[in-house]
């Protein structure tokens, strides 16, 4: 069965630095892998989606992803961080043989220092 | 356009006591979810709903039920309320239906604050 880690509960950044969040999926083949944010109080938001072709993804408010594939990743990047980054970030993995459902992470929380 | 709503946003509850939490989207998608997020545990799959008259369990069923009322409308319902089932519950939406689950963007609401004591 695909999973999904996320090994980082916390990150804290300044703003106008670069930000790297990772992402890790157990899948025997090609993965469907999303990334979502959630900001405080609402509901989830696709920042960038990968299903094939070119692994450098673009995505809206900035942010890239890279998929990996030798490396079992899809980690999510932006070159300058605003104040209104911080969110929770979650990394998602839908499957051919996943029973209808999305593998979400279990989500890495990003602070943004003045 | 509004999306995905949820009612309410905020419910207490003691245990033992039912509710139905309300879900709606406006953008005559196929597919709509519920979800609990809890703490360092990401969001789990309560029940999906491919289309009007269809339901799936997902990962975490027990204890809800679940009504596609219609194309619009998805409730879950809790008939005897527990205090692990205090959570934040998602309800979710995506154009597809079937097996498109695994590639579709699911389109979110706000969630509704549980807390059953």
């Known amino acids: 069965a695909q999973s999904v880690t996320q090994p980082d509960i916390h990150i804290t950044v300044s703003e106008g630095a670069s930000l790297e969040l990772r992402c890790n999926y157990s899948y025997g083949a090609t993965p469907y892998l999303f990334w979502y944010v959630q900001s405080p109080g609402q509901g989830l938001q696709l920042l960038l989606k990968y299903f094939s072709g070119d692994t450098l993804v673009q995505g809206i408010k900035g942010f890239e992803a890279e998929f990996k594939r030798s490396q079992s990743s899809f980690n999510l990047r932006k070159p300058s961080v605003h104040w209104s980054d911080a969110a929770e970030y979650f990394c998602?993995?839908?499957?051919?043989?996943?029973?209808?459902?999305?593998?979400f992470g279990s989500g890495t929380r990003l602070l943004v220092r003045p | 356009n509004a999306g995905v709503t949820q009612t309410p946003k905020f419910q207490v509850l003691k245990t033992g006591q039912s509710m139905t939490l309300q879900c709606a989207q406006d953008?005559?998608?196929?597919?709509m979810y519920w979800y609990r997020q809890d703490p360092g545990m990401g969001l789990r799959l309560i029940y999906y709903?491919?289309?009007?008259?269809?339901?799936d369990k997902g990962e975490v069923p027990n204890g809800y039920n679940v009504s596609r009322l219609n194309k619009r409308e998805f409730s879950l319902r809790l008939e005897s309320a527990a205090p692990s089932q205090t959570s934040v519950y998602f309800c979710a939406s995506s154009g597809g239906g079937g097996r498109e689950v695994h590639s579709d963007t699911q389109y979110f609401g706000p969630g509704t604050r549980l807390t059953v004591l």
């Open positions: 709903s491919a289309s009007e008259g269809t339901t």
């Open positions: 998602a993995v839908g499957a051919l043989d996943s029973s209808y459902k999305l593998i």
């Open positions: 953008m005559n998608h196929n597919s």
